[in-house]
C-alpha cells in the first residue's frame, strides 16, 4: 500500500491511500487539495475513511462525495448524525478492505468518544486521526483523562514498527514542550534537531515509529519513572493527567 501525505488547512495532513485499484482518502478537511492531487495522478476515490467528527478532518466529505457519487464513508457507529455522508458505521474490531490490504478498526475513545485509528498490520501503517502526534497526543474533549491513557495504552501496545501517521503537524512545538520535563532525553534532543531541518525544508515530520515515540513522547511515557520523578506523580493516569495538563498550559 502506497501512501501519500497532503499538507491542508493550517497544520493538518490528509493521507490518500493507493494499493490495487482502490484508492482511500483519510480525514478530507479540505476537498480542494484532495482533488487536485487526484487530478494529477489521474486517480479517483474509492472510499472516506474518518477518524472522528471535527470539521477539520471531514469538511470536504460533501464535495468528495459530489465528484465521486456513491462512495462510502467510514467512521464509529458513535458518530451516527456527525459525519457528513457517513454509510459504514464501525465498531471496535470490524476491518476494512482497501484493494489487497486489511485494515483493523480500533475504538479509541479520549480525544472523541467515537475517535476511531485504522491500523493495517501487514505494511505496519497507523492512522490515528488526533490521538498520537509525534511528540504529543491529542486534547481530552469529550471523555475522560482515563480513557484517553486506556486508548493510548492500546495503540501503545502496537509493534514498535509501526509508522504512526497522525493528522497535524504538531511535532516542533510538542518536542519543544517534552524538553521541559524530560531535558536529559538525548533521543529528544536529537530528534529535535532533526525536525528544525526538515521544517526549514517544508518538509512533513511524520511518519514517526511507535518504538521511538514510546522511547520520547511524554504521553506515552506514564509508567517511566524518570518522569514519574519529575512530575510528582505515582500512578499511570496521574502520571499521563499531569503532562496533559501542563501541556495544555504551555
Keep these: 500500500m502506497q501512501v501519500y501525505c497532503l499538507p491542508a488547512l493550517s497544520d493538518n495532513y490528509i493521507f490518500i491511500l493507493v494499493d490495487s485499484a482502490q484508492v482511500a482518502v483519510v480525514d478530507p478537511g479540505d476537498a480542494g487539495v484532495v482533488l487536485d492531487f487526484l487530478r494529477s495522478h489521474n486517480l479517483t476515490v474509492s472510499m472516506i475513511l474518518n477518524t472522528h467528527y471535527d470539521s477539520d478532518h471531514v469538511a470536504g466529505n460533501r464535495s468528495l462525495l459530489a465528484a465521486y457519487p456513491g462512495i462510502p464513508v467510514y467512521g464509529s457507529a458513535i458518530d451516527r448524525g456527525r459525519i457528513p ?26 480525544h472523541r468518544h467515537g475517535h476511531l485509528a485504522y491500523y493495517f498490520p501487514e505494511s505496519a501503517d497507523l492512522f490515528c486521526g488526533d490521538m498520537i502526534f509525534s511528540a504529543g497526543s491529542g486534547r481530552v474533549k469529550d471523555c475522560t483523562h482515563e480513557q484517553m491513557q486506556q486508548s493510548l495504552a492500546k495503540l501503545r501496545s502496537l509493534p514498535d514498527t509501526t509508522k504512526i501517521w497522525c493528522a497535524h503537524e ?81
Design 85 to 110: 455522508g457517513q454509510t459504514v458505521f464501525l465498531n471496535d474490531g470490524d476491518r476494512v478492505r482497501v484493494g489487497e490490504s486489511i485494515a483493523h478498526v480500533l475504538s479509541v475513545p479520549g
Design 170 to 250: 504538531y511535532t516542533f512545538d510538542n518536542l519543544t514542550f517534552a524538553l521541559t520535563i524530560d531535558p536529559d532525553n538525548l533521543e529528544l534532543q536529537s530528534r529535535m534537531v532533526e525536525v528544525q531541518k526538515l521544517r526549514r525544508a517544508l518538509q512533513p515530520t511524520i511518519p514517526t515509529e511507535m518504538g521511538f515515540e514510546k522511547r520520547t513522547n511524554p504521553f506515552l511515557r506514564w509508567d517511566s519513572e524518570v518522569l514519574r520523578s519529575r512530575l510528582g506523580s505515582v500512578g499511570d493516569v496521574e502520571t499521563y493527567t499531569e503532562v496533559r495538563s501542563r501541556k495544555n498550559q504551555f
